[in-house]
């Protein structure tokens, strides 16, 4: 019965257009649609209820892990909503979960609302490109998109290492060898040192969490391969000072030598709420690696980028500020918004009068 009752509210998730389910003890359903939590019109979700549909979805070897560290995080091929991420966590001493629905097909850029520049960053021969942002602003689905494109360009290898697998890329130009952390490997750091024995040309690596993560995947874009990656960080400046930040000593100065040299462009993203309410709108800061750039995190100057990006549109750099005034002067998000989501609202203020 659990796995019909699941069934039934993935199915409804699904005819909503939601981008995840929740489902928590004493609440009906919950999805999220455009950014924001709708409850179903359905009875609240008992504990036993929500006990039996997790070990309906779970094999030993991941309720051990789930029982040992109270929080888990894998892919499903669901027979109802295609292949979903599930994440597993404990409240008041019992589990609940959440879906977030992967679809089956990778937009176009136009459709994503991404800037033509990162098609370029993405037909780079080596370095580093890093998407950066909160969770929920889209992040996996601009990396699959970057893959897509040079798996569709491109005769190379590409090895991405996931947690979890969230879209199964098929062969077109590239082979593609998709590996999950424990499906596959044990995990990231591990598959890192190992992957480059299995001569990749594009790294792609779901999230780069600490130092040992950040300096294999530098030293793998300094040595000739393109390494794609993701990071939790709420603007460019912050992801920089975020992979510095992790170092110490003579360490840091080595790898800020590593990144100055390795980057090719950092892209932050978020997603707003459309001003019709009906979808959500990407919001993002854009960051190309000119000389420029690299003279100035070589000298630790990074609090100087923001007038690199306010400067470099001829580079094809953007300013989240200036992308949010051009979001609201096409009508596609409110001013309100632009206001909220700004660094410095006065400027969009001043540019509205």
């Known amino acids: 019965m659990s796995a019909e009752t699941l069934d039934r509210f993935l199915s409804a998730a699904s005819d909503f257009d939601a981008s995840d389910l929740h489902l928590v003890v004493g609440v009906p359903p919950a999805f999220r ?17 929500l006990t039996a549909m997790v070990n309906s979805l779970l094999n030993q070897q991941q309720k051990k ?18 292949r979903v991420r599930a994440t597993f966590y404990r409240r008041n001493g019992h589990p609940e979960m959440s879906f977030r629905f992967c679809g ?18 993405a037909r780079r021969p080596n370095g580093l490109v890093l998407i ?25 290898k590409i090895v991405t290492i996931e947690d979890p697998i969230e879209f199964v890329h098929q062969n077109k130009r590239a082979i593609v060898v998709q590996q999950e952390v424990l499906t596959d490997v044990r995990s990231f750091n591990r598959a890192l040192v190992h992957v480059l024995r299995q001569d990749p040309d594009v790294l792609v690596v779901g999230e780069m969490r600490d130092f040992e993560a950040i300096s294999t995947a530098l030293t793998a874009a300094e040595t000739g391969h393109l390494v794609l990656a ?18 110490e000593g003579s360490a840091q100065r080595q790898i800020v030598l590593q990144l100055s040299n390795a980057l090719q462009g950092i892209i ?35 609090h100087h980028l923001e007038n690199i990006l306010q400067t470099g549109r001829k ?6 500020d200036n992308c949010l005034h051009d979001l609201y002067c ?14 410095h609202p006065e400027g969009i203020t001043r540019q509205k009068g």
Not at 37 to 47: H, K, M, S
Not at 104 to 121: M, Q, T
Not at 330 to 343: E, G, H, P, Q, V
Request: proline content about 3%; overall charge negative.
């Open 65 to 82: 892990k789930f029982e040992q560290e109270w929080e888990l995080c894998i892919s499903l091929l669901h027979s109802v909503a295609g």
């Open 33 to 49: 649609v455009n950014g924001e939590i709708i409850i179903a019109d359905e009875d609240v979700i008992t504990q036993e209820q």
């Open 230 to 247: 993701t990071m939790h960080s709420p603007n460019v400046a912050h992801a920089l000072e975020r992979i510095v930040g992790v170092f």
């Open 315 to 320: 580079e094809g750099m953007v300013l989240m």
């Open 330 to 343: 096409k009508c596609l998000i409110s001013y309100d918004t632009a206001i909220s989501r700004a660094r």
């Open 104 to 121: 089956e097909r990778i937009a176009s850029r136009e459709e994503l609302g991404l800037p033509e520049k990162l098609d370029d960053l």
């Open 268 to 302: 932050s993203q978020e997603l707003l709420p459309a001003a019709d309410r009906t979808r959500r709108i990407l919001a993002y800061e854009l960051l190309v690696a000119t000389g420029a750039v690299r003279n100035l995190i070589r000298e630790n100057q990074i």
């Open 132 to 156: 950066t942002g909160p969770t929920g602003a889209g992040k996996t689905t601009t990396l699959n998109y970057l893959v897509d494109l040079i798996n569709n360009e491109r005769r190379c």
